[in-house]
């Protein structure tokens, strides 16, 4: 079980690894100067990432060995169900408190209180005690609400009020701040795993190791930010205002809706993944870091299919080896999508030449047996590849709209003498020329044109036109 966890943080790394890499690729250089260009912005930011990121390496320490903690104590599950419910009700009670909370005392203070709080949470987890341990859960739903909106709020009051930078740079530092987040929590399984195994404190070590990191977030904060608040709002009417959105926006309510499901089902994983696996012996610690591994490559897969640029997630999977030899083998006779070469549009609209597998690419003769296929733009047209006979079968069910009849225009005739209508024969051959004895008369070719429909009986115009023929 050890070698599994460790092949499987070590592969689901490199997934994270690659991927990433391709993303970072896959997003086309900007035209103007990168945020970080400029040396006030560089270093603002870095001011707000050495208090912001000590405090979530705090919190994802505290993930791996909870249940542990709490099991080793003695408690059952019932009992520990309880204290989940304990700390996930308090972050439903105290989250729209938060905001309120957090523009009445001040944005720098509410993150020292988060230091405050969050450690007197960690040293709770000391305790054997059952209301101690219950009280110590609703402290940490109070700091997890305080962590997800002061530090965000006072980056962002900061970033546009004082420093007056642009707005559209806010999302360079949030986006630095996730990358950084997703290490930081494969990196806390890790450090939570050795600290449980080798500072002889068993389960509550990785909670003790969290104490230094948040004083160190709350002292930055208190030393290297400048204090400012947001607009003083009334509990009850920011209430209101939220649920009058639910009910006239019904897309706020889906959406909030698909959130919480969402929410439930992980929950409902963080609390049952320890009991599942503890009892193989699995390194508690090396697990989580794979549970976040994975979530970096589920983020990575992310931008790679909202990425403006043309490379997307089939063209990425099938230039992995083992999709494209897969591809390869139940696609004899069609192309393959390219999986290497420039991204950018090809010959023709965004067409490329695909070397048939028949003849690959590099023999003599593979340009010339090269079909042009449409590029895979997104992930639906990797079906269409596995089965290219389909959109042949669809044309070939396509009505065809078929132009009406032309009539024939008349060919030409021999030059004679002139002909007269039918309607003016003077006992001659057809049109009325003179017609010699032994002299076959001509014949006039006339439009072909349907006749008329006439009813049944009515012979009358049908036995003129033979006698007229005869």
Known sequence: MLLAAYTALALLLAAALGLELAARRSHPPAAAAPPGANPAFARFQRGFLRGYLPALAADWLQGPYLYKLYQHYGFVETQIAVLYVCGFASSVLFGPVAASLVDALGRRASCVLFSLTYSACCLTKLSRDYLVLAAGRVLGGLSTALLFCAFEA??????????????????????????????????AGVVANAAAEWLGLGPVAPFVASIPLLVLAGAVALKDWDENYGKKRALAKSCADGLRRLVVD?????????QALFESVIYIFVFLWTPVLDPHGPPLGIVFSS?????????????????????SPSRVLCGLPAPRAL?????????????????????????????????????????????????????????????????????RRRPLL????????????????????????????????AVTEGESPPRLVTPVVPPPWRPAGDGTGSTQGRSAAG
């Not at 976040?292 to 490379?311: I, K, T």
């Not at 078929?402 to 309607?423: D, E, F, Q």
């Open 154 to 187: 006072w980056y962002v009051h900061e970033h546009v009020e004082h420093h007056d930078f642009p707005a559209e740079w806010v999302p360079a530092t949030f986006s630095q701040a996730a990358f950084w987040n997703h290490v930081l929590a494969v990196g």
């Open 250 to 258: 019904r897309r706020v309510l889906l959406l909030g809706t698909v």
């Open 291 to 311: 549970f976040m591994a994975a979530s970096m490559v589920g983020a990575s897969l992310y931008r790679l299919a909202v990425s403006p640029s043309q490379e």
């Open 327 to 395: 591809l390869w083998a139940l696609l004899p006779r069609h192309g393959l999508p390219a999986a290497q070469g420039d991204p950018g549009e090809g010959p023709a609209g965004g067409d490329e030449l695909v070397p048939c597998p028949a003849q690959p690419a590099g023999l003599p003769g593979a340009a010339a047996s090269a079909r042009r296929r449409p590029r895979a733009r997104h992930p639906q047209h990797l079906l269409r590849l596995l089965r290219p006979h389909a959109a042949g079968a669809a044309r």
């Open 402 to 433: 078929r132009r009406p009849p032309r009539h024939r225009a008349p060919a030409a005739t021999p030059p004679g003498p002139a002909r007269l209508p039918p309607s003016c024969d003077a006992g001659g051959g057809p049109g009325g020329a």
